[in-house]
């Protein structure tokens, strides 16, 4: 409470017969002892409102990390690709080129220098494609950080799939626990029941302690000061309904915060299911991916043996290097959707991604959490397989590098 230190002064005057003039100094303190928590609900809705805010601070933060995180694993899916589509363009050329020398030697046929040809055109389209995806990925994750979109990036490869070892249980409490929407929601129930206690409280009498000091000059009257004290009470006696309204309104509030909170706990509830069965699905999914992966090289090993023996034609070749393509990139694809996943489900419960992303950092600690990068196109290609002398072609198709054991 502030004192109220009213004051004035007051000269009236007149023009008739017998004009004199007066003046009266008024000095008032005035300290409310209660009013049945008018004050304090309004400051208690100020506290609630200044935390809920404070936590969707906190929680556009946060936001802000998942979609950098996001666009990070966006833009190494689209490296791995780029990566993969490289060496298949690599091996596409290096059948187009094995392919003529036989045709020139009379051992191929029109039909397979055309089918190689096809391939390499369709492996550099494909590549192409991916590299404008880097690009958009790169746009992306510059623009999550605040840079410019063309700015330069240097971004550092992942080696290593954290396991998830949480329960969806246990997923579904620590949201509960940290997710600030919740906490926010929870200040404003908070902040809606303080602004009923004081509309409840503007239905009820004040009740105050006033104190005054007057100095009155009035001339053939009265000339010195004069004091006082007491205890007032003041209480409207109508309103026309305002204050009951304004309750009525407060009220309402209370029970649309309610309400939000239960919507908030709702939409938690499913991120935390959706991320989580997602995480599942992309694990099985490497898994499948990674089989088939191994399967496609190692049938494309096969084929270029006996393409080199001479016993397989081109385009036996190229099929087993689509099959072997399209089964690396759905790997990747499947790789960086799981830690992308993981990502999704620490922002479903409110957690930090620092833990997150430096984990992906560290070395792996078992075989199935480590990542098979493909190889950069920037480094030499691998030798070729050793050919039986039993019979030396007169060309051959190098195999490309085989993901890491």
């Known amino acids: 409470n502030v004192p109220v230190l009213p004051g004035g002064v007051f000269v009236p005057f007149s023009l008739e017969r017998g004009v004199f003039n007066y003046s009266l100094n008024e000095f008032y303190i005035q300290w409310t002892i209660l009013d049945f928590g008018r004050r304090a609900g309004r400051y208690g809705q100020a506290i609630s409102k200044a935390r809920a805010e404070s936590l969707v601070l906190e929680r556009a933060r946060q936001t802000v990390a998942f979609d950098v995180a996001s666009a990070y694993f966006q833009l190494l899916a689209a490296r791995a690709e780029v990566r993969v589509r490289a060496e298949a363009v690599r091996t596409a050329e290096a059948i187009r080129?094995?392919?003529?020398?036989r045709r020139l030697g009379g051992t191929a046929e029109r039909e397979d220098v055309l089918r190689a040809d096809v391939e390499v055109s369709r492996t550099a389209e494909e590549l192409v494609a991916a590299r404008q995806a880097t690009l958009d990925a790169e746009a992306l994750l510059n623009q999550a950080l605040g840079r410019p979109w063309g700015g330069p990036l240097l971004v550092a490869d992942v080696a290593r799939r954290p396991p998830l070892a949480e329960s969806l249980e246990d997923c579904l409490g620590r949201a509960a626990?940290?997710?600030p929407e919740i906490?926010?929601?929870?200040?404003?129930?908070?902040?809606?029941?303080e602004g009923e206690r004081s509309?409840?409280?503007?239905?009820?009498?004040?009740?105050?302690?006033?104190?005054?000091?007057?100095?009155?000059e009035l001339p053939r009257v009265f000339h010195g000061w004069l004091d006082g004290a007491g205890i007032l009470v003041d209480q409207p006696l109508y309103a026309g309904g305002s204050r009951r309204a304004a309750l009525r309104q407060a009220q309402a509030e209370r029970d649309a915060a309610a309400a939000g909170l239960k919507v908030i706990l709702n939409n938690v509830s499913a991120e935390v299911n959706l991320?989580?069965?997602?995480i599942a699905t992309d694990r099985e999914r490497i898994r499948l991916n990674g089989v088939a992966a191994g399967q496609a090289r190692e049938n494309l090993r096969v084929v270029v043996v006996r393409y080199n023996n001479g016993d397989a034609i081109p385009t036996e070749v190229v099929d087993a290097q689509t099959a072997l393509t399209a089964a690396e990139v759905r790997y990747y694809a499947s790789v960086y959707s799981y830690l992308a996943g993981l990502a999704r489900l620490e922002s479903a419960q409110g957690g930090d991604l620092s833990e997150l992303l430096a984990g992906v950092s560290r070395p792996p600690e078992a075989d199935d959490q480590r990542i098979d990068l493909p190889r950069d196109p920037d480094q030499p290609p691998a030798a070729a397989p050793p050919i039986p002398p039993s019979r030396t072609p007169a060309a051959g198709v190098d195999?490309?590098?085989a993901l890491p054991d």
């Not at 080129?97 to 020398?101: L, P, S, Y």
């Not at 906490?183 to 029941?193: D, S």
């Open 399 to 401: 195999l490309p590098p």
């Open 97 to 101: 080129r094995d392919v003529g020398t």
């Open 183 to 193: 906490g926010a929601a929870r200040q404003e129930i908070a902040g809606a029941a």
């Open 275 to 278: 991320a989580y069965h997602a």
């Open 199 to 216: 509309a409840r409280g503007e239905m009820l009498p004040r009740f105050h302690i006033k104190g005054g000091l007057i100095q009155s």
């Open 177 to 179: 626990a940290l997710r």
